[in-house]
């Protein structure tokens, strides 16, 4: 399966709302569209948003085992809370972790080898049944996602599709607020940006949102989303 020009270009013109935007998706690419979620500080608004428009749409969750114990609870709070009815754990295989990082301690010295195991090469795998991807990625995350589009040609006729492209922290904020959405419990300690346990750590006030991820290195992305 692959996205044509012809569903692309009927994507982008359903503008930037992202609830419409997401019904887009789902009436356009009907079994096709997967969601992407990390279960982190903003996630809610992404997931109840699917959840109003297909409350069985697929929602994909990298469950690298290092997460902190708080972003699985919140995993199934949501999924719960919501309705959600087919979140998918995307786990690396056992043989993998086996024979290249029985200790767990391939973070520490290969974090670029580190989430290609346990992230990259999972989701290629479990991403194959969908050639459109759902994301929460905003604009105002990190330098490296400012000039990001609502909608993604990711090659050999996949997309990814990001309906809160436009949204600021503090809208996001608002929303969630409004809607009574329940909050990752690290969020409150300083924790905008959430990642593996291992890699991340709170950020100060005045820092990027994204500081706390693999702090002290160059690295700011895991590698599941590469640039167009």
Same mark, same amino acid.
């Given at each position: 399966?692959?996205? $044509? =020009? =012809? =569903?692309?270009?009927?994507l982008r013109a359903a503008g930037t709302d992202?609830?419409?935007?997401?019904?887009?998706? @789902? *009436?356009?690419?009907?079994? =096709?569209?997967?969601?992407l979620s990390s279960f982190g500080a903003e996630s809610a608004l992404l997931l109840a948003l699917a959840a109003e428009v297909d409350p069985a749409i697929p929602v994909l969750f990298?469950? $690298?085992?290092?997460?902190f114990p708080e972003t699985i609870a919140y995993r199934h709070e949501l999924a719960r809370t919501l309705g959600l009815? *087919?979140?998918i754990d995307v786990r690396p295989s056992e043989r993998a972790i086996q024979d290249r990082d029985p200790e767990s301690q391939? +973070?520490?010295?290969?974090? *670029?080898? @580190?989430?290609?195991?346990?992230?990259?090469?999972?989701?290629?795998?479990? $991403?194959?049944?969908?050639?459109?991807?759902? $994301?929460?990625r905003k604009r105002s995350q990190a330098a490296t996602r400012n000039r990001m589009e609502i909608v993604e040609v990711d090659g050999e006729g996949r997309i990814k599709i990001n309906p809160l492209a436009?949204?600021?922290?503090?809208?996001? *904020?608002a929303e969630m607020t409004r809607r009574g959405l329940p909050r990752h419990p690290l969020a409150s300690k300083g924790y905008p940006s959430i990642g593996c346990a291992p890699c991340t750590r709170p950020v100060g006030k005045n820092e990027d949102p994204r500081a706390g991820r +693999?702090?002290?290195?160059?690295?700011?992305? @895991?590698?599941?989303h590469r640039p167009t």
């Open positions: 399966m692959s996205v $044509t =020009q =012809q =569903q692309i270009d009927i992202a609830g419409a935007i997401l019904q887009a998706a @789902c *009436d356009v690419l009907p079994g =096709q569209v997967a969601v990298l469950e $690298t085992g290092m997460h009815l *087919d979140v391939l +973070w520490a010295f290969d974090p *670029d080898a @580190c989430c290609k195991m346990r992230k990259v090469e999972p989701l290629d795998a479990a $991403t194959l049944p969908y050639p459109a991807l759902i $994301t929460g436009e949204w600021s922290r503090e809208e996001i *904020d +693999w702090a002290g290195m160059a690295k700011v992305e @895991c590698g599941i």
